[in-house]
């Protein structure tokens, strides 16, 4: 018994040290419960479907919140059915090395419960069957063994879970059935003799136990989900507050401050989708200031020409093909950002000073997403700038609008780039 016990130690230690983090790692392990001994029996031998008669005990490792390892050392007694079988008693012991899988975390048990685990595991050992009523002079059978079982866990807290294990054990080399009343061999040798067939045998063991946590920190890799420690009410309120600072305008000119590279626009002023004010002419006076915004002329005279113009078609095309006037969205949305609005009516404004001219609404998107629902994005922004413009007063017969899906003329690395690219232009007929 003391020489099992030490190697069930060595188990334990010779598995790699591995510093601990934010989980504990070493689990004590205790069970005892029922066993079966499915065969190979003696012709008229039974064992019980339920018997008492097993225990035993593991020292656990958790490399991670997935895999382990386990020394364990099993022990129990076989007897015979009562009252149907000839009596026998037979004591066994085994020792084995196991690899262990946290199974319940790999199917998202968390989802379902904190306080419900599933563990698996496997291994290898070797173990002695010790007879009590055999007719043979051996006393002891030598077997290895090849194990594999299935573990429920419910967590009673950060220390302790209550566990319940169903087990199979497969022996090798078994010269004896379990009873140790005959070979374990088709044909009985006549004298009795050793066959050395060493058939296998198979049992399996059926417990209840404790496990027991180890260690300094407050969760046991069994229980640690690494999305825990960013699941604070302190911590989850940082975060708010933060994106709630992202998403202010400071200035209320529909940009938010994090995207706005001018972050003082006048109250007023009409600007890009990047927060910049406007002056689609490039004549030195802002949109909102000048009189004629699609015309270039000095501030004196309001920003228009000091001679007439009677074209302004080419002024729109540049202020439109430099970025100045388009409709941009936010991901997957089909209505226009705020700051948007104001582009929209300057091209409202010109359709209805210059009523000769006819415009395409030209819906974009991103790259994410599929083809098909790229158009078909693309083609509802382009419809819904294509209303407003209508609905601002501009007859329907000098607009049209088509979608034309992802835009693929931007960085498809830069999420400011994709912003871009969630537009409605135009074009001039």
Known sequence: MKKCLILVLLLGVSTSLYAQKEFNQWSLELNGGFNKSMGPLSPDFYSPTLHIGHADFAARYMFNEYFGLKGDLGLGVFNE????????????????????????????????SRRIGLLTHFGAGFGRLSFEN???????????????????????????????DITYIH??????????????????????????????????????????????????AD?????????????????????????KDSDGDGVADYLDKEPNTPAGAHVSFNGVTLDSDGDGTVDHLDKCPFLPGPSANGGCPLEQVIDQTDYLKKAIQDGYVAAYFAFDSSTPSSFSINSISYVSNFLKKNPGVKLEVKGFADEIGPENYNIKLSEKRAKAVYEILVSSGVDSSRLSYKGYGEDTSVDKSSADARQMARRASFEIK
Do not use: C
Request: charged content about 15%; overall charge neutral.
């Open 81 to 112: 059915t009562k009252g149907k079988s000839p009596e026998f008693t037979t004591n066994y012991i085994r020792v084995n090395a196991q690899m262990v899988m946290n199974t319940g975390r790999m199917m998202n048990f968390e989802n379902i």
């Open 134 to 164: 055999t007719v043979f002079d051996q006393p002891s059978d030598y077997v290895y063994n090849i194990i594999s079982g299935i573990t429920g866990q419910y967590k009673i807290s950060n220390r302790v879970s209550l566990t319940g």
């Open 171 to 220: 022996n090798g080399r078994q010269t004896y059935t379990f009873d140790g009343n005959s070979y374990n061999a088709p044909v009985q040798p006549n004298p009795p003799a050793n066959p050395f067939i060493h058939a296998p045998g198979g049992w399996w063991t059926g417990a209840l136990g404790l496990n027991f946590y180890l260690g300094k920190n407050e969760q046991h």
């Open 223 to 247: 229980w640690f989900i690494a999305a825990d420690k960013y699941a604070t009410k302190e911590e989850l309120s940082t975060q708010i507050n933060g994106i709630k600072d992202l998403l």
